[in-house]
């Protein structure tokens, strides 16, 4: 199994924006509220220079298909993203927009939980940590559970394929 849970890769998001994300997201209404939890979801063509998700697409195994903006002011519960059929990310490339000192935290179970994609209802254990950067695209597992942990608020950008091959198979074709 791979043992990291994330992947830095070179990809600059000096110019991933054609406007404003934070601006733009405040002028609508998101997509879910949940205390003080905002998501919203984006098309790639509303908040993307064209030359940057193609140079993006031309580095990475699937093509982009659109992105969430998160904006959270406090811890996020432990969760994971993949639940078939009808939330099947298993990873994302993610990077948060402006400086935060938010800590993405990645968990195991015990025994493993893959049927419960919240709290999992049994102890956890943490594995890895990675303060996500702001100036590179990262890989993250999204299909293990996890959680944001942050002492200030923070928007993060994460970037979706329509790939559902496992984060081992991912990895791998990143010729990692």
Known sequence: MTESNYLTLPISTEHAHRIDPIEYCQSREPNTIYFDYRMYMLQLDEIFNPDWIDMVNDYIPSPLTHAIAFYRETDSSIHQDYAPPHRTYRYA??????????????YDTNPPSIHN??????????????????????LVNTSRFHAIHTNTPRWTMSLKTDNTDSWEETIRKHNV
């Open 93 to 106: 490339y993610n990077y948060t927009i402006g400086k935060s000192d938010s800590t993405m935290t990645w």
């Open 117 to 138: 994609t919240q709290w999992p209802g049994q102890p956890v254990y943490p594995v890895q940590s990675l303060v996500l950067p702001e100036t590179h695209l990262t």
